[in-house]
């Protein structure tokens, strides 16, 4: 079975510096990709996916994150952050082929991102 | 466009008591998602509705959880004798076909068990 570990479970960082949120998965021949954002007290906003392609990713409010098989990773960064990013991101992996032809999905613990002015 | 919606919002519930909560998906899309979110397990998915059937309920945690989707749209997840393990937010998610669609989450439902 699929899993996702996300290394950070809180990473704390200053307004306009960089930051990179780690993600790995258990390897698979064919897996999906994915990176959701959750605000307080809302629902998940999909950031970002993976699917086949260039193994880099760009998504919404300036993220990217890029697609290593190697290292079965996908890490998330943003090269300038804003308050506004406050958020937890969560990263999280499906298959297709394995679970049936739908798009179930396994999330990782999260990362809670706290900028700070 | 209308976004996925649930309901309740919020739910308080005495141990042993039954609930429902409501999932509105978008129009038009025919996969449905429920998933929990607690702070011991994190985020796991419950079950998965294609139209009106349910192709996996390997996520459903116990026989007290039961699910049903009605018209291909409503879905209504279902806890009996609720137990306080069960304080947890619930999400639902939807998207227009199965396979690699992007999924599509509600507010969730917050619920505890006292």
């Known amino acids: 079975a699929q899993s996702v570990t996300q290394l950070d479970s809180q990473v704390p960082v200053f307004e306009e510096a960089p930051v990179e949120l780690r993600c790995n998965y258990s390897?698979?021949?064919?897996?999906?990709l994915f990176w959701y954002v959750q605000y307080p007290n809302q629902g998940l906003q999909l950031l970002l996916k993976?699917?086949?392609?260039?193994?880099l990713v760009k998504g919404i409010n300036g993220f990217e994150a890029e697609f290593n098989k190697s290292q079965t990773s996908f890490h998330l960064r943003k090269p300038s952050v804003h308050i506004s990013d406050t958020a937890e991101y969560f990263c999280?992996?499906?298959?297709?082929?394995?679970?049936?032809?739908?798009?179930?999905?396994?999330f990782g613990a999260g990362t809670r991102l706290a900028v700070h002015p | 466009g209308a976004g996925v919606s649930q309901s309740p919002s919020n739910k308080v519930t005495e141990k042993g008591k039954d609930v429902e909560l409501r999932c509105d998906p978008i129009?038009?899309?025919?996969?449905l998602y429920w998933y929990r979110q607690s702070l011991g397990q994190g985020l796991e998915f419950l079950i998965y509705?294609?139209?009106?059937?349910?192709?996996?309920k390997s996520g459903l945690p116990s026989d007290r959880f039961s699910a049903e989707r009605t018209g291909g749209s409503v879905s209504t997840l279902t806890i009996q004798r609720t137990q306080q393990e069960d304080s947890a937010v619930y999400l639902c998610?939807?998207?227009?076909?199965?396979?690699?669609?992007?999924?599509?989450f509600g507010p969730g439902t917050r619920l505890l068990v006292l």
């Open positions: 998610a939807s998207s227009p076909a199965q396979g690699i669609e992007t999924q599509y």
């Open positions: 390897s698979s021949v064919s897996v999906y």
């Open positions: 993976y699917l086949s392609g260039s193994t």
């Open positions: 999280a992996v499906s298959d297709p082929a394995f679970s049936g032809g739908y798009n179930k999905l396994i």
């Open positions: 129009s038009g899309h025919t996969a």
């Open positions: 509705f294609q139209g009106n059937s349910a192709p996996d």
